[in-house]
């Protein structure tokens, strides 16, 4: 049994013009101490899908059409509000993009990280207060003793995204969400947390699911990556796999339209056209309008993940040909 | 070759206020100071930084959307400091900008058309069929369907209004653009085909570019040179080879230290040194070197004296004690 299991999520929105899916037959499993990276662009889903995880997302709006989410043998799909708080924070714990905006900003830091491990266990705010500069020590945050008294907004970007790390493991959760973790942050920054996720995996054997666009954020994380294209996933594979033999043509224009350090390409393969709202998504295959290797077929019916060996699938009805 | 665009000890200073309110008191804030930098007639330079560094802000001053507090600036053989808002005029359209944002940069309220003939009406055109066949030429030239002039910029997607901001900055044949970051808001996807396109312009053109941005996988396609600026100073220019398999200042060796690899056999975690620590304010930056609070070589004279831009290698300018010991 793996810590997570995603079977057929499916999450719909509540709309003037309808109900418009946002993420479609999403399945995979997470096991305890892996690093799974989600790569998409906007309007893939990657968010909404660790969102309907968390059981975060307002119903209505929001509604899981269809599937199941377990964790650590647990159905969180349709559990009750109190018992899913339980869970959020101890068991799965989520860091966002935008540390600002998700820390209060009239508490100081240290009353933050308190309230967190108030909520989930019964100890003493000696005990609290002693976890908390725990945390903060864990996450590198220089004199932590002296920063508790901190407000968000006396510190740098990358300080208070630590801070927000710092958060989410004062319960220990067994499974760690990033989504963008690193995305408003500035490259030395980024490349420093990125190291604080993997030391923190390594010590803790915490499972994270780091939710990204970035490519080279998940070659430099991921130990599996799932590829989600406009509410799906295209391809999975171990991330080694992914970059060397990508299969999906989605997969392949991502990894061949930025520039890299590494090499000189006088021209970037640019991918065609611009990604489909979620109102106005393409017939079959979604990424059929922009690929250059489209046959009538693949406007028929949307094609189907499918494993090529154990680890490695791929949404193309011309994998065989492609590959 | 010669430049086209010239800064020379160019500074910027903002006042802020701050303190308690029974204490007011301002300080400057150093977003640029005292940068010397030469962009020459048909290449790119890139200018990378984090956030912070006054890169933006030194590309306002170059084309003079923002007044400098010292220094002086050249444009095509003539000092533009100074100069009139009149004076000004002729050499305005000769430089445009592209911003970031395409959502921000466009009003909503106006057709692609309006928005695109502005500048020209704003130098004297009148919006007659010369004028407006010089807005359709502008929209090919990005490779716009002529039907575009008629819509609204909510009607296009995050690639396209780049577009539309692209013709806007080249309908008065500007001969210097400063690309303020103009693909960092775009997906992955889409940001190749704006790359693409404005290499495709400045070929067509013979436009010189600043290319600001903090993407440097990005700035390396792009640029012919490449300028570093690190809290208000530039610590390294060079040919973009140079730059990038021979960095001299340990700040720029950082920076492309930093940047992930798309190899995840080759996975930089433990293997690189990284700097740690965070970017200083601009309000109070370090004494001599600036970069001496993070620097992994930092040696007592980083901390009193600030390191001149000097050219160790031909063409190679860098700012650092270490390269150029004193």
């Given at each position: 049994m793996s810590l997570l299991e995603v079977r057929d999520l499916t999450t719909a929105f509540k709309t003037e013009r309808g109900e418009v899916t946002a993420v479609e037959d999403i399945s995979f499993d997470l096991d305890e101490g892996e690093i799974l990276g989600i790569v998409g662009e906007s309007g893939s889903g990657k968010s909404v899908t660790a969102l309907t995880i968390m059981g975060l997302l307002p119903q209505p709006p929001a509604r899981v059409v269809r599937g199941s989410v377990h964790f650590a043998g647990e159905?969180?799909?349709?559990?009750s509000e109190t018992r899913l708080e339980r869970i959020r924070g101890a068991g799965i714990s989520m860091v966002f993009q935008e540390p600002m905006t998700s820390?209060?900003?009239?508490?100081?830091i240290g009353e933050q990280i308190m309230e967190t491990v108030r909520a989930h266990e019964a100890i003493s705010v000696r005990d609290q207060r002693l976890r908390a500069i725990e945390m903060l020590d864990r996450v590198g945050i220089p004199s932590a003793v002296r920063r508790?008294?901190?407000?968000?907004?006396?510190?740098s970007g990358g300080q208070r995204q630590r801070v927000m790390i710092a958060m989410a493991l004062a319960c220990r959760p067994r499974l760690l969400i990033a989504d963008e973790?690193?995305?408003?942050?500035d490259v030395t920054i980024q490349a420093q947390v990125l190291d604080l996720l993997m030391d923190l995996r390594d010590e803790l054997g915490m499972a994270i699911m780091i939710i990204t666009h970035n490519m080279g954020v998940i070659a430099e994380t991921a130990d599996r990556v799932l590829v989600m294209y406009a509410g799906r996933i295209v391809e999975q594979a171990p991330v080694a796999r992914l970059f060397d033999r990508p299969l999906h043509p989605y997969t392949r224009g991502l990894l061949d339209c930025v520039p890299t350090l590494e090499q000189d390409r006088n021209r970037l393969v640019a991918i065609p056209g611009s990604l489909p709202e979620p109102a106005r998504r393409p017939a079959g295959c979604r990424f059929a309008p922009r690929c250059?290797?489209?046959?009538?077929?693949?406007?028929?019916a949307i094609p189907p993940l499918v494993a090529v060996d154990a680890s490695h699938a791929s949404a193309c009805i011309r994998t065989d040909i492609l590959a | 070759m010669t430049a086209l665009v010239s800064a020379t000890g160019l500074t910027k200073h903002f006042a802020v206020r701050g303190g308690s309110f029974l204490r007011r008191h301002t300080t400057a804030l150093?977003?640029?100071?005292g940068v010397d930098l030469q962009i020459r007639s048909g290449e790119t330079l890139g200018l990378v930084g984090e956030s912070g560094c006054g890169k933006s802000t030194l590309g306002r001053l170059l084309i003079r959307l923002i007044e400098p507090t010292g220094g002086r600036i050249d444009f095509d053989g003539h000092e533009?400091?100074?100069?009139s808002t009149k004076a000004m005029r002729q050499h305005r359209r000769a430089m445009q900008i592209i911003f970031q944002d395409p959502y921000g940069a466009l009003?909503?309220?106006?057709s692609v058309e309006d928005i695109i003939m502005e500048p020209l009406l704003i130098h004297?055109?009148?919006?007659?069929a010369a004028t407006r066949a010089k807005v359709a030429e502008a929209l090919r030239l990005v490779g716009l369907?002529?039907?575009?002039?008629?819509?609204?910029?909510?009607?296009?997607s995050g690639g396209q209004r780049q577009r539309v901001g692209i013709a806007r900055a080249l309908v008065l044949n500007p001969k210097f653009v400063v690309c303020d970051e103009?693909?960092?808001?775009?997906d992955v996807s889409v940001q190749a085909q704006i790359v693409n396109l404005l290499q495709d312009l400045q070929k067509e053109l013979g436009l010189t570019f600043l290319f600001i941005a903090h993407d440097l996988s990005v700035v390396k396609h792009i640029s012919d040179r490449v300028a570093v600026m690190y809290l208000g100073k530039v610590v390294e220019v060079a040919e973009k080879h140079a730059i990038y398999?021979?960095?001299?200042h340990p700040y720029t060796q950082a920076l492309i230290a930093a940047v992930p690899v798309l190899r995840p056999q080759d996975r930089a975690r433990g293997r690189r040194v990284r700097i740690a620590g965070d970017i200083p304010s601009a309000l109070n930056p370090p004494s001599g070197c600036r970069f001496h609070t993070r620097?992994?070589?930092?040696?007592?004279?980083c901390r009193v004296q600030e390191p001149a831009l000097t050219e160790?290698?031909?063409a190679h300018h860098v700012a650092c004690h270490l390269v150029n010991p004193v």
């Open positions: 159905l969180l799909t349709g559990m820390l209060n900003p009239v508490l100081t508790l008294g901190d407000y968000p907004h006396q510190m973790p690193t995305t408003a942050l250059g290797h489209r046959i009538d077929a693949c406007s028929a | 150093r977003a640029v100071d533009i400091t100074g100069l009003n909503p309220r106006m004297g055109a009148r919006a007659d369907p002529a039907r575009a002039a008629q819509r609204f910029p909510h009607e296009f103009p693909v960092s808001a775009l398999s021979a960095p001299q620097c992994p070589h930092v040696m007592p004279i160790p290698a031909p």
